[in-house]
């Protein structure tokens, strides 16, 4: 009897301890519930209602054509819907270009594609609606994010919690067609707003508005209010202390392709110092999107861009010093980030947090023009890309040092890589290698009889998730102009680390390259 | 033992209790989530694009110096040029695009001449730059001098800064007492919106 009785209290204190377990378990998992629902009724959000002229997108609007024979301009989505925090959000159609290949009409087909802005404080609600689509599968990059959506194909949605202000891209079905890309960023305070009456400060607010190009002068803003859709190009030239910022875009549908005339690049800088673009999206150019040109003390934080017309690069930084490029997304039909010498050297050129989808041509580019000016001397020197995540890249190399001309190009470092997904070699793609660091002569791009050097070039963490498995290639010149003192460091090339150039698929040139290191 | 058991388990009830007791009153956050401040900022009212009237620019009037511009008999040169921008340029009767003369960067003085094969009268140059507002304001200073018999040249005009302005057509008058000039030339020495002298169009205005 006495054994049963002891018999009947562990039993009860063994239910007891599990039940204690459980209720732990339990508590933790309502606290956590309890913190994200805080989160949320804590949230602040601010949606921006676009342009009522912006006209509803039709079928014929979606067709993938060459912009003669369609509307280009900027439109409002009607195949893709969101709600943050169950209120309807605005979605702009603008123009994308799935082509891998170079049109020499400068007339290439292109496509659309849905984008969403708003701001937020918090922990936030999304669901996307796309009643045309059936839903099997949602990828939301950048994958470090951790986003687990939440796929109601019966309703065609997809729910989502975004926990920080950023840049986020969906891809249904394994399809870089029709993605959305959301645009997010922390609510502006309003000490951080210029003041619209000063008279250095240009203001658009929400609406549709045209003007001429604008030419700034010297310590103005031009400021774009969340809501605004600016047509035009902004440009400034031997001036410092100008600003571009806001929540708005600037958009260049209304200007036809350049067509290799008439570039009306959405921001040029010439020569000047101390300038800084901040948050702003820009679609549409006729062009490249940014130009930098023998400037020095920029900063770029914060930018969105997508471009899908011929020569659509997304920031062209051409002989400049000191620029700090940081929290941009980068969508483009050219190169997306590349850094050239048409004019004096450049130095301390760095990139950094930024996410790119590079539809043509490649994705981080140093070259082909190292010396256009054909200066004494010519250098590109402490060039640095660091914690860039790469969406897609279609055609020509991820990650590519390209000298064609005779200056020396120093210290490059290429550090915690990741590139979601490749398919490099596509279309007409002449370039097929993940990673290319070479010194060339090139019949389009060379200016200098004489050829150059690359020396001290980084690769750290740099991680291949996912595509073509193509060859890297490290070439120079020939026995004087070299590739020299390359290292790579934590390379993972679909799953494995890799250790020597054999295993990473490196083809290195035997006679035209000193010491590549593996660590 | 048995006093032991009975204490744990009472205490372990307790516990439980108090957990589940916390559960159960967290429970409500299993139920529809109550969502924060929403702020929506409306658009105006408007069926077309618009454009602020600060930003309306009034049709600018080109200035046409008296007499016949002579430019044409000329041959345009220069000390250097920068890029793909010849002295030509400068009298293509274009002013759009690339078609333009730029002066060597950072290479002043910046000297471009134009030599006629005989002497003219001549009492006005025009310049222009593109009138396009891409082509923001900025300021050339130069001088002007001639060459009445294709020797040695004179002062014409002393050397002063100039505006260009997209908003008044980026163009410049400058007239003077009639001269006898076989060959002109502009000396630049500044320029605000480039790295060198600029010239889209050159008019030489004679009463020929």
Same mark, same amino acid.
């Given at each position: 009897?006495?054994?049963?009785?002891?018999?009947?209290?562990?039993?009860?204190?063994?239910?007891?301890?599990?039940?204690?377990?459980?209720?732990?378990?339990?508590?933790?998992?309502?606290?956590?519930?309890?913190?994200?629902?805080?989160?949320?009724?804590?949230?602040?959000?601010?949606?921006?209602?676009?342009?009522?002229?912006?006209?509803?997108?039709?079928?014929?609007?979606?067709?993938?054509?060459?912009?003669?024979?369609?509307?280009?301009?900027?439109?409002?989505?009607?195949?893709?819907?969101?709600?943050?925090?169950?209120?309807?959000?605005?979605?702009?159609?603008?123009?994308?270009?799935?082509?891998?290949?170079?049109?020499?009409?400068?007339?290439?087909?292109?496509?659309?594609?849905?984008?969403?802005?708003?701001?937020?404080?918090?922990?936030?609600?999304?669901?996307?609606?796309?009643?045309?689509?059936?839903?099997?599968?949602?990828?939301?990059?950048?994958?470090?994010?951790?986003?687990?959506?939440?796929?109601?194909?019966?309703?065609?949605?997809?729910?989502?919690?975004?926990?920080?202000?950023?840049?986020?891209?969906?891809?249904?079905?394994?399809?870089?067609?029709?993605?959305?890309?959301?645009?997010?960023?922390?609510?502006?305070?309003?000490?951080?707003?210029?003041?619209?009456?000063?008279?250095?400060?240009?203001?658009?607010?929400?609406?549709?508005?045209?003007?001429?190009?604008?030419?700034?002068?010297?310590?103005?803003?031009?400021?774009?209010?969340?809501?605004?859709?600016?047509?035009?190009?902004?440009?400034?030239?031997?001036?410092?202390?100008?600003?571009?910022?806001?929540?708005?875009?600037?958009?260049?549908?209304?200007?036809?392709?350049?067509?290799?005339?008439?570039?009306?690049?959405?921001?040029?800088?010439?020569?000047?110092?101390?300038?800084?673009?901040?948050?702003?999206?820009?679609?549409?150019?006729?062009?490249?999107?940014?130009?930098?040109?023998?400037?020095?003390?920029?900063?770029?934080?914060?930018?969105?861009?997508?471009?899908?017309?011929?020569?659509?690069?997304?920031?062209? &930084?051409?002989?400049?010093?000191? =620029?700090?490029?940081?929290?941009?997304? !980068?969508?483009?039909? %050219? +190169?997306? #980030? $590349?850094?050239?010498?048409?004019?004096?050297?450049?130095?301390?050129?760095?990139?950094?947090?930024?996410?790119?989808?590079?539809?043509?041509?490649?994705?981080?580019?140093?070259?082909?023009?190292?010396?256009?000016?054909?200066?004494?001397?010519?250098?590109?020197?402490?060039?640095?890309?660091?914690? &860039?995540?790469?969406?897609?890249? =279609?055609?020509?190399?991820?990650?590519? !040092?390209?000298?064609? %001309? +005779?200056? #020396? $190009?120093?210290?490059?470092?290429?550090?915690?890589?990741?590139?979601?997904?490749?398919?490099?070699?596509?279309?007409?793609?002449?370039?097929?290698?993940?990673?290319?660091?070479?010194?060339?002569?090139?019949?389009?791009?060379?200016?200098?009889?004489?050829?150059?050097?690359?020396?001290?070039?980084?690769?750290?963490?740099?991680?291949?998730?996912?595509?073509?498995?193509?060859?890297?290639?490290?070439?120079?010149?020939?026995?004087?102009?070299?590739?020299?003192?390359?290292?790579?460091?934590?390379?993972?090339?679909?799953?494995?680390?890799?250790?020597?150039?054999?295993?990473?698929?490196?083809?290195?040139?035997?006679?035209?390259?000193?010491?590549?290191?593996?660590? | 033992?048995?006093?032991?058991?009975?204490?744990?388990?009472?205490?372990?009830?307790?516990?439980?209790?108090?957990?589940?007791?916390?559960?159960?009153?967290?429970?409500?956050?299993?139920?529809?989530?109550?969502?924060?401040?929403?702020?929506?900022?409306?658009?105006?009212?408007?069926?077309?694009?618009?454009?602020?009237?600060?930003?309306?620019?009034?049709?600018?009037?080109?200035?046409?110096?008296?007499?016949?511009?002579?430019?044409?008999?000329?041959?345009?040169?220069?000390?250097?040029?920068?890029?793909?921008?010849?002295?030509?340029?400068?009298?293509?009767?274009?002013?759009?695009?690339?078609?333009?003369?730029?002066?060597?960067?950072?290479?002043?003085?910046?000297?471009?001449?134009?030599?006629?094969?005989?002497?003219?009268?001549?009492?006005?140059?025009?310049?222009?730059?593109?009138?396009?507002?891409?082509?923001?304001?900025?300021?050339?200073?130069?001088?002007?001098?001639?060459?009445?018999?294709?020797?040695?040249?004179?002062?014409?005009?002393?050397?002063?800064?100039?505006?260009?302005?997209?908003?008044?057509?980026?163009?410049?008058?400058?007239?003077?007492?009639?001269?006898?000039?076989?060959?002109?030339?502009?000396?630049?020495?500044?320029?605000?919106?480039?790295?060198?002298?600029?010239?889209?169009?050159?008019?030489?205005?004679?009463?020929?």
């Amino acid at each position: 009897m006495k054994k049963f009785g002891a018999f009947i209290i562990i039993i009860a204190i063994i239910f007891l301890l599990a039940l204690n377990i459980c209720g732990v378990f339990a508590l933790r998992t309502a606290k956590e519930l309890k913190e994200k629902k805080d989160m949320v009724k804590q949230s602040e959000v601010v949606l921006y209602e676009g342009p009522r002229s912006l006209r509803d997108a039709v079928a014929e609007d979606l067709e993938n054509v060459s912009e003669d024979k369609r509307d280009y301009s900027l439109l409002h989505c009607t195949d893709t819907f969101v709600t943050v925090n169950g209120q309807e959000c605005y979605v702009y159609d603008t123009n994308v270009n799935h082509t891998r290949s170079w049109y020499g009409n400068y007339l290439p087909p292109q496509s659309r594609t849905p984008v969403a802005i708003f701001d937020f404080e918090g922990a936030v609600d999304v669901e996307v609606r796309v009643p045309d689509r059936e839903l099997d599968k949602v990828k939301i990059s950048p994958l470090s994010a951790g986003i687990e959506p939440q796929i109601n194909k019966d309703a065609h949605t997809v729910s989502f919690r975004l926990v920080t202000p950023g840049n986020y891209t969906l891809q249904f079905d394994d399809s870089p067609e029709r993605a959305l890309h959301i645009f997010t960023n922390h609510i502006e305070k309003e000490e951080d707003k210029p003041d619209p009456q000063d008279p250095n400060v240009i203001c658009f607010g929400p609406g549709e508005w045209t003007v001429d190009s604008l030419s700034l002068s010297k310590g103005q803003t031009l400021y774009l209010a969340g809501g605004c859709v600016l047509h035009t190009n902004v440009n400034a030239n031997f001036i410092s202390d100008v600003k571009v910022c806001g929540r708005g875009i600037l958009d260049g549908s209304a200007y036809e392709c350049w067509k290799g005339r008439e570039a009306y690049v959405p921001l040029k800088f010439g020569h000047c110092k101390g300038t800084e673009i901040r948050d702003i999206v820009v679609l549409n150019s006729n062009a490249w999107v940014v130009e930098a040109y023998d400037c020095e003390d920029g900063v770029i934080d914060g930018l969105r861009i997508i471009s899908s017309r011929p020569n659509g690069d997304g920031m062209s &930084i051409q002989s400049c010093a000191h =620029y700090k490029i940081s929290n941009c997304f !980068v969508r483009s039909w %050219d +190169d997306s #980030l $590349v850094v050239k010498n048409y004019d004096l050297n450049s130095d301390d050129i760095v990139f950094r947090d930024m996410q790119l989808w590079t539809d043509l041509a490649q994705s981080m580019e140093i070259g082909f023009e190292t010396n256009k000016g054909k200066k004494p001397n010519a250098t590109i020197t402490n060039v640095t890309f660091e914690d &860039i995540t790469v969406l897609n890249n =279609y055609h020509k190399p991820v990650i590519s !040092v390209h000298n064609a %001309d +005779d200056a #020396l $190009v120093e210290d490059i470092l290429f550090r915690n890589i990741v590139v979601e997904h490749e398919e490099v070699g596509s279309g007409d793609s002449d370039l097929p290698y993940l990673i290319d660091i070479g010194v060339v002569q090139n019949n389009n791009w060379s200016s200098t009889p004489e050829r150059g050097q690359i020396r001290g070039v980084s690769l750290e963490n740099v991680n291949f998730m996912e595509g073509n498995d193509k060859y890297s290639r490290i070439a120079g010149f020939d026995a004087e102009h070299i590739v020299d003192d390359v290292t790579v460091k934590g390379l993972v090339m679909f799953g494995n680390e890799v250790r020597d150039a054999d295993e990473a698929k490196i083809k290195i040139s035997e006679n035209t390259v000193g010491s590549v290191k593996f660590e | 033992m048995k006093k032991t058991g009975i204490i744990i388990m009472t205490l372990m009830s307790l516990s439980a209790i108090v957990i589940w007791g916390i559960v159960w009153d967290m429970r409500s956050y299993a139920g529809e989530t109550e969502y924060g401040e929403v702020t929506v900022v409306e658009a105006p009212d408007q069926t077309e694009s618009i454009t602020p009237a600060r930003f309306v620019r009034e049709a600018f009037v080109p200035v046409v110096p008296d007499g016949v511009n002579i430019s044409e008999l000329a041959r345009f040169d220069a000390n250097g040029f920068n890029d793909v921008y010849p002295p030509g340029k400068a009298k293509d009767g274009k002013t759009d695009g690339p078609s333009y003369w730029e002066g060597e960067a950072d290479a002043y003085p910046n000297i471009f001449t134009a030599e006629f094969d005989e002497p003219h009268r001549i009492h006005a140059i025009k310049l222009l730059l593109c009138p396009k507002t891409i082509w923001g304001a900025r300021k050339q200073t130069f001088s002007v001098e001639v060459s009445t018999d294709g020797g040695d040249y004179v002062g014409l005009l002393p050397e002063q800064t100039y505006d260009f302005d997209p908003l008044t057509g980026n163009e410049l008058v400058l007239e003077f007492e009639e001269i006898r000039a076989m060959k002109l030339r502009l000396i630049f020495t500044g320029n605000t919106g480039a790295g060198g002298g600029q010239i889209a169009e050159l008019e030489i205005y004679a009463n020929e």
